[in-house]
């Protein structure tokens, strides 16, 4: 929110023209031309009315912030009835599907620093998009993805999947823009899952409006993710977790995060072992990933992907005895995966 205090009478239209300017660099474009060109004697500026809401208010302020967010913002009409046509078309086809938020798309691998074993085209061409980013550090690709930071592949997702007891005939719902490598990349994903949907497939026509604006689509896709069955999120970004906090907040959906520190070295020595050994890693590797209840601590984790103070009704209690434990809850998470049957 931002004021004039002005001492000097100003026709109608500048005032109404004054008070809809961008946010962006409001006092070089609207103050100073209007002190040029208006001799308006004095501009006062307020700055303190669009802050987002700190994070130390009162709990009753917090509980309003964060149910805010969940029940009274909104996508636009046709976003929003876009979102839930696709959501019908797969609920049509499946009880129950994965939605999988790929984020394997060429800014991403480029900004992340790692290498898929593309040769000197990948490293050209991831290349030059880094040069976008004039303050990117040098990143060693092989020390990034030991210590977890590279997105899988889509068959490396295809695989964690399969590991963890979907079977080939579950329904797809990928969330993604342009997949560095397209078709070729997505093939070994398709070959694993042949019930293999996107926005693209589930509407044609519908979608050309939007097909402008990357992020409509994301939002088309955000909704088509958020009443999945089942999500999977391959990066750590500010989608994935509010995805995650939502479908927490709204009832508990499960939200799979792949391991991808401990899975990297894992897909790197898979086929130096069968396929039993290599599934039962592989569920080894996700305890504690796979979306779980899990008690928090106030202060712990993120407000978007752990919205605390929206679903958390009484104090955090220290005495261990009221708590069965991670290991109990773990395995409670694994045997409900592997029991989940997608038709």
């Given amino acids: 929110m931002r004021m004039h205090l002005i001492q000097k009478t100003v026709n109608t239209e500048f005032w109404y023209s004054s008070c809809i300017i961008p946010h962006r660099n409001w006092f070089q474009f609207a103050a100073v031309e ?177 097909l402008p604006f990357s992020s409509r689509l994301a939002a088309i896709d955000y909704i088509v993710c958020d009443e999945s069955d089942v999500f999977v999120t391959n990066n750590n970004g500010n989608m994935a977790k509010i995805l995650a906090g939502r479908r927490r907040y709204m009832g508990h959906k499960r939200t799979i995060r792949p391991n991808a520190k401990k899975l990297s070295a894992l897909f790197m020595a898979r086929h130096q072992m069968d396929w039993e050994t290599f599934a039962r890693k592989v569920k080894s590797c996700q305890k504690g990933f796979m979306g779980e209840p899990d008690e928090m601590r106030p202060g712990r984790g993120e407000f978007l992907e752990t919205p605390y103070s929206c679903i958390c009704e009484k104090p955090f209690n220290d005495d261990e005895t009221s708590y069965n434990g991670d290991h109990q809850s773990e395995q409670v998470a694994m045997e409900s995966v592997a029991k989940i049957k997608f038709t």
């Fill in 34 to 210: 209007a002190i040029n060109t208006h001799e308006i004697l004095q501009v006062v500026q307020l700055t303190k009315f669009d802050y987002r809401l700190a994070n130390d208010l009162d709990e009753e302020l917090q509980k309003l912030r964060c149910r805010v967010n969940y029940h009274a913002l909104r996508f636009t009409k046709p976003i929003q009835e876009l979102g839930q046509r696709l959501v019908f078309r797969m609920q049509q086809m499946a009880k129950r599907f994965i939605a999988i938020h790929l984020r394997f798309e060429p800014d991403m691998l480029a900004f992340s620093g790692c290498y898929y074993g593309g040769g000197e085209k990948e490293r050209y061409e991831l290349g030059e998009i880094r040069k976008r980013w004039a303050t990117l550090p040098d990143l060693s690709p092989d020390g990034e993805r030991k210590r977890g930071k590279c997105p899988l592949t889509p068959h490396e997702v295809g695989l964690m999947l399969r590991a963890l007891g979907f079977a080939n005939d579950t329904y797809l719902y990928v969330a993604s823009g342009e997949i560095y490598g397209g078709e070729e990349t997505l093939q070994p994903l398709r070959e694993l899952f042949p019930n293999f949907y996107t926005k693209e497939t589930l509407a044609n026509e519908e979608l050309k409006p939007f």
